[in-house]
């Protein structure tokens, strides 16, 4: 099993930066993918950004490439979203997520999930 634990969420106003953390315990050379997810009130879950805990590769939804990078510090079994640029459609519980089998830009292959942190953007 793997946990995962998100850090870092809050509120901003539009134009702002946020940096989300997640941390990972447990089998986690088991897993060689994490990535982030969002889910705003009355939408469906949607990735965000992901990363190959084995390289450099990194795969972003089209609505936040330029804005948001993802990053990893394998040492400390963490890997980060920074945020600029926030707009308010960026409102949602943004949640961390590994995966032990596919393609890191395969949203659908996720299968351990942290609870997730709050991100609220005002115009």
């Known amino acids: 099993q793997v946990q995962l634990v998100e850090s870092g969420g809050g509120s901003v106003q539009a134009g702002g930066s946020l940096r989300l953390s997640c941390a990972a315990s447990?089998?986690?050379?088991?897993?060689?993918?994490m990535g982030w997810f969002r889910q705003a009130p009355g939408k469906e879950r949607e990735g965000v950004a992901s990363?190959?805990?084995?390289?450099?590769?990194?795969y972003y939804a089209d609505s936040v490439k330029d804005r948001f990078t993802i990053s990893q510090d394998n040492a400390k079994n963490t890997v980060y979203l920074q945020m600029n640029n926030l707009k308010p459609e960026d409102t949602a519980i943004y949640y961390c997520?590994?995966?032990?089998?596919?393609?890191?830009?395969?949203?659908?292959?996720?299968?351990?999930w942290g609870q997730g942190t709050q991100v609220t953007v005002s115009s």
């Open positions: 447990g089998n986690t050379d088991s897993t060689h993918c």
């Open positions: 990363i190959y805990t084995g390289g450099t590769n990194t």
């Open positions: 997520a590994a995966t032990s089998r596919g393609s890191c830009s395969k949203w659908n292959v996720y299968n351990y």
